[in-house]
């Protein structure tokens, strides 16, 4: 059994995460069980004390349960403090919150000297895949074509561009391609979508990843409980996951 506190419990992710695993999800060979058996909110939350979908919503401050994995979908400050009380106490942290500035990213890879830290901005399969291609794509056509980025997220989404956006950005650029033209869109309720087109003098490469649910971002928690547990102190992205490096 895999035990899993997720931070962030009670926001748009944290919700509909804890109403998936209200009950125990065994992976694709039934010899792992994932379960999360609290959720932390901080201290002024008004569920912080109630249990919900089976889960005890609780404040960082308290005495926390003891688990394997620690799941962050908080923000990106406080996921900061999380990271420093996971490596305090050597427990592998998945940090999927986004926004983070260029020295936060500095502090958490010095954190990641005491525990495996895994950071992703999104843990779906097809946008791991995605990440994949867009690269390839980029070192095979070169500065010969013009590169762009196009993300669409719902109009409450704080960071922009997202931190999905942002990686895909370094995979273009880490691969022989230009700075791709950028754009953010926050609409309506848009789940998550993003575009890269490459675009050439005579044809054009179009690659899209289209979210129907956020089932899908949640859909990789399972896997990347499991890849840290598997793993030694060290900064990881998901792209590390999906590869098995």
């Not at 962050?72 to 996921?79: E, G, H, I, K, V």
């Not at 843990?123 to 291609?133: F, Q």
């Not at 309506?188 to 899209?208: D, P």
Request: glycine letters at 10%; hydrophobic letters at 45%.
């Amino acid at each position: 059994m895999i035990n899993i506190l997720l931070f962030g419990a009670r926001g748009r992710m944290g919700q509909l995460i804890c109403a998936e695993y209200s009950q125990m999800n065994f992976n694709a060979d039934k010899k792992a069980i994932v379960s999360i058996i609290a959720g932390i909110e901080h201290g002024e939350h008004p569920d912080i004390g109630k249990t919900i979908s089976g889960i005890p919503i609780v404040a960082p401050g308290d005495k926390l349960p003891s688990a394997d994995v620690w799941v962050d979908f908080s923000l990106a400050d406080p996921a900061i403090e999380h990271a420093v009380m996971a490596a305090e106490n050597r427990i592998p942290i998945v940090i999927a919150a986004t926004g983070f500035t260029g020295q936060q990213l500095n502090i958490l890879n010095d954190l990641s000297e005491g525990c495996p830290i895994l950071l992703a901005s999104n843990l779906s399969v097809g946008m791991g895949t995605m990440d994949w291609i867009v690269g390839e794509s980029a070192k095979m056509l070169g500065e010969d074509f013009d590169p762009s980025l196009v993300e669409y997220h719902h109009s409450t989404k704080k960071d922009a561009p997202s931190g999905t956006a942002l990686r895909l950005i370094d995979r273009i650029q880490a691969n022989g391609s230009s700075q791709p033209q950028t754009a953010a869109m926050r609409v309506g309720g848009a789940i998550g979508e993003h575009q890269v087109r490459f675009v050439g003098k005579y044809e054009e490469l179009i690659i899209t990843h289209r979210a129907w649910s956020r089932q899908a971002f949640s859909s990789g928690i399972d896997r990347a409980a499991m890849f840290l547990l598997d793993s030694a102190p060290g900064f990881y992205t998901v792209r590390d996951m999906f590869s098995g490096e």
